[in-house]
């Protein structure tokens, strides 16, 4: 039986709570929550499990040591003196990625170029030969992260970024990161049990995160590839058991998931990823200009949308969020809205309460999810019945 180690889930901002949930729901052994990570125990069919089925995650580390240090020979020595070839063939393939949080080391390109000449000299003075780098698809990528004068070194199991999901091929001005779209539904309460609409919908991301959420589709099963199936135990039957296993537990959908836009490339590019993510079924988007719809009957409606925020697009910011609050409050009633937006000046104009207001970055922006409930009649009369 496969021994239980150590992994690390790196996430975003303010998705430290979710992450922790996912995994234990998963079954994760040991969480422990950070600040953008959260580290767990479990084995290696976890580790295949976790990369294809966690929503919030970034990337899944395995750390190997952890050594302190005080300067850059400390640094190449305990790298040299550890061994390599458990991970990695002389003829191989390596790339490196670092980050610093310390005033010794200030550089993260100079500890991943150090870290690399380690490991390269290393397989030199004992084979004669040396693995090369190859920053796209290397066999090992490592990850050496330096906190103050502690230094953990991980492979990296993920690759590419897990909001890489491999089913978004067309994009918009400003696409929505797939692993944000997931957070922000996830915190607005979405479980698929009514209609949902992104009322602005660019290239669909909420829409098939939305969907994905619903029907309990694994978000990551689109991936080309993962970087454990480059790795020396890569074991390709234990993967597709999981992959099987998880998808087993997909579910039914019976409610509508709607997505506007009002630019008819912003609809061409949502249902080109709607299709490659094989969610024809469940999602329907048309051309449409918000402000100038209504709600089509009186079942509750759960709303997320990320509209512009005007760091790319030259509108009245002041006006445009004004209309947001005015359509919301008077063509859709009985509906939960939630939006994210950097634009906090402009936020004051939706001219409605919000109900809550939760801190996270749209990449380095920091930004603002609100959720407005728009009730069917006054909200007075919802208290009196």
Request: hydrophobic share 35%.
């Amino acid at each position: 039986m496969e021994e239980n180690f150590k992994m690390v889930a790196k996430t975003l901002f303010g998705f430290e709570d979710l992450l922790a949930e996912e995994l234990l729901k998963l079954g994760a052994q040991k969480v422990e929550k950070g600040v953008r990570h959260v580290s767990f125990y479990g084995d290696k069919g976890f580790m295949y499990k976790s990369n294809l089925g966690l929503r919030t995650a970034i990337k899944i580390l395995k750390p190997i040591t952890s050594f302190t240090v005080s300067n850059e020979n400390d640094l190449y020595e305990n790298l040299y003196n550890m061994s390599w070839e458990d991970y990695l063939s002389a003829k191989g393939t390596l790339a490196v990625d670092a980050t610093v949080h310390s005033e010794k080391f200030k550089h993260s390109l100079f500890i991943a170029q150090k870290t690399k000449d380690a490991i390269v000299d290393k397989f030199r003075d004992s084979t004669g030969q040396r693995p090369n780098v190859d920053l796209k698809f290397p066999d090992v990528k490592i990850n050496v992260h330096i906190d103050r004068h502690q230094c953990t070194v991980s492979l990296d199991s993920s690759g590419e970024s897990l909001h890489k999901r491999g089913y978004r091929s067309a994009t918009n001005i400003a696409p929505i990161n797939e692993v944000l779209a997931a957070g922000m539904l996830m915190l607005s309460g979405w479980d698929g049990q009514s209609d949902f609409m992104d009322p602005m919908c660019g290239s669909g991301t909420l829409l098939i995160e939305a969907a994905m959420i619903a029907c309990n589709i694994p978000p990551n099963l689109m991936r080309k590839e993962f970087a454990f199936e480059r790795w020396q135990d890569w074991d390709v039957d234990l993967f597709e058991k999981i992959e099987e296993s998880l998808l087993k537990k997909t579910r039914d959908f019976h409610h509508r998931i709607t997505g506007f836009d009002k630019a008819p490339s912003a609809i061409a590019k949502a249902k080109e990823n709607i299709k490659s993510a094989r969610l024809e079924d469940f999602i329907h988007v048309q051309h449409e200009d918000f402000f100038k719809t209504k709600k089509g009957g009186s079942e509750k409606l759960h709303m997320v949308f990320n509209p512009p925020y005007g760091e790319r697009l030259n509108i009245d910011m002041e006006a445009f969020y004004k209309h947001i609050g005015d359509t919301l409050k008077q063509n859709y009633p009985g509906t939960e809205a939630w939006f994210i937006t950097s634009n906090l000046d402009a936020l004051k104009h939706v001219g409605l309460r919000p109900s809550r207001k939760i801190s996270l970055y749209n990449a380095k922006l920091e930004a603002k999810l609100v959720k407005y409930v728009m009730y069917e009649g006054s909200k007075k009369k919802k208290y009196m019945n």
